[in-house]
């Protein structure tokens, strides 16, 4: 599982770099140097990436990928608005629909990935604190 995120933000860093104006149009705009933020969103998604790999920074980035997969939920709010209810193109909703609601399922995955959280596999473990007399 870790491989597979690692190559997701891996392909997703890449496309942020690549293409940062596919992103700008997404972008609210009370956010401040819309593209640097766009190039430093791909930056951040590459490091957390080669993070998941490597075990020493393994732990920090899961959480900073939870992190920002939270913080750019706005962003796919909108881009979903933008596309689906502004723009009509009711064939993006194959990729809207599950997008939104799978979010906290990579919140999960990334933090899962990092050994954050082991839930629901506790390895055997209760998650109440053992009272011996």
Known sequence: ??????????????????YPAVFMR????WVPYPHEVVLFTGVAELFGAAGLLIPRFRWWAGV????YAFCVFPANLR?????VV?????ATLWYH???LPLQPVV????LYC?????????HGRSSLPSHTP
């Open 1 to 18: 599982m870790r491989w597979i995120m690692a190559i997701f933000y891996t392909v997703a860093g890449v496309v942020h770099l690549a």
């Open 114 to 122: 990092a050994g954050v959280i082991d839930w629901p596999w506790r």
């Open 97 to 99: 629909v599950p997008r």
């Open 107 to 110: 919140i999960w995955w990334a």
């Open 79 to 83: 881009h979903a608005w933008l596309d």
């Open 64 to 67: 900073m990928l939870a992190a």
């Open 86 to 90: 502004e723009a009509q193109h009711y």
């Open 26 to 29: 997404v972008m609210p705009g």
